[in-house]
């Protein structure tokens, strides 16, 4: 149905990633590795801080949200890419479109408030460790997480409502393997005026404050611990904030560069591949880098599983 010029869209095309036919096999392998990968990596997580009281702290609450969100996070995209390389049908309706954007934008925002979660249950952990258990007690915990939850689902539902206002052309190509908040606005024929105003605006609330947050962290954490540890504690905390801040750097920097300072010279193959870092990538890192490399998740793995042998 067309009214003046524009048209009432009822699904969209994503056309997915460049890869030539005869390579298609051999990425949809790796794609397929790399999911599997993330999911079981991240329900290990989970499952084990559930069952091993040991884990029961606030650190490892926050962990176990950051592997639910990443877990996640990748499902909203990466089952929708396997299947359009397998099939010949790159389509998705209007609706499942708007519903992909907005659990995105969820456990991606979320992540981020996890990350900044997680970098001050640290700063209180080193630098106050006389105050962290009534500093970090486990209802001002749980609170910070169900604050995170609420704000961004309210903060998604918000651009999700904007855009659901907008008309959009006949043009319902997507030159990407998810449904793009930024791609979408391209299409719209409306005034996205405020869309992008809220993005700016919000967007800095939601990426750039939290990573300034994050450096100023461990920034601190690094100045208290070389004031007063050995050698031999300073090289183990500057590997841990070093594997840390890789993925807070990886994380942020593409979306900061995707969002909120995106640039005329960047086509969209290079957009789609920083986009792949921080949606497959990413979340599929953060259980070797946050947890399966500490000590107290092998630790509880090695006790879960003796207790499961010797019930058997």
């Known amino acids: 149905m067309v009214m003046n010029n524009q048209t009432v869209i009822s699904q969209f095309l994503l056309l997915g990633l460049h890869i030539p036919p005869d390579h298609q096999h051999?990425?949809?392998?790796?794609?397929?590795?790399?999911?599997?990968?993330?999911?079981?990596?991240?329900?290990?997580?989970?499952i084990l801080i559930i069952l091993d009281s040991h884990l029961h702290t606030p650190m490892y609450l926050f962990l176990s949200n950051l592997s639910f969100t990443d877990l996640c996070f990748s499902s909203v995209t990466v089952p929708k890419l396997l299947q359009n390389m397998q099939s010949q049908d790159i389509s998705i309706t209007y609706v499942g479109c708007l519903t992909q954007m907005f659990f995105l934008m969820v456990f991606g925002d979320m992540e981020s408030f996890l990350l900044v979660v997680m970098a001050y249950d640290r700063y209180v952990a080193i630098c106050f460790p006389l105050h962290y258990t009534s500093t970090m007690s486990p209802k001002f915990c749980v609170c910070l997480v169900l604050l995170s939850w609420v704000f961004t689902i309210l903060y998604s539902m918000l651009h999700t409502l904007l855009l659901a206002r907008l008309s959009f052309c006949e043009d319902n190509v997507i030159p990407h393997f998810f449904c793009d908040i930024s791609a979408l606005l391209k299409l719209a024929c409306s005034d996205i005026f405020i869309n992008e105003l809220m993005i700016f605006i919000l967007g800095g609330l939601v990426i750039a404050i939290p990573f300034l947050?994050?450096?100023?962290?461990?920034?601190?954490?690094?100045?208290?611990?070389?004031?007063?540890?050995?050698?031999?504690?300073?090289?183990?905390?500057?590997?841990?904030?070093?594997?840390?801040?890789s993925v807070v750097?990886?994380?942020?920097?593409?979306?900061?560069?995707?969002?909120?300072?995106?640039?005329?010279?960047?086509?969209?193959?290079?957009?789609?591949?920083?986009?792949?870092?921080?949606?497959?990538?990413?979340?599929?890192?953060?259980?070797?880098?946050?947890?399966?490399?500490?000590?107290?998740?092998?630790?509880?793995?090695?006790?879960?599983?003796?207790?499961?042998?010797?019930?058997?």
């Open 213 to 245: 947050l994050i450096v100023v962290s461990y920034v601190q954490i690094v100045s208290s611990i070389l004031k007063v540890s050995s050698t031999q504690g300073i090289h183990k905390v500057f590997s841990t904030c070093g594997s840390h801040l």
């Open 249 to 312: 750097s990886l994380f942020y920097g593409t979306i900061i560069g995707l969002y909120l300072c995106p640039s005329a010279n960047n086509s969209t193959v290079k957009k789609i591949a920083m986009a792949m870092m921080y949606t497959v990538v990413t979340p599929m890192l953060n259980p070797f880098i946050y947890s399966l490399r500490n000590r107290d998740m092998k630790d509880a793995l090695t006790r879960v599983l003796y207790k499961k042998k010797i019930s058997l």
């Open 26 to 46: 051999g990425f949809y392998i790796l794609f397929l590795a790399m999911y599997l990968t993330t999911v079981l990596g991240n329900i290990i997580i989970i």
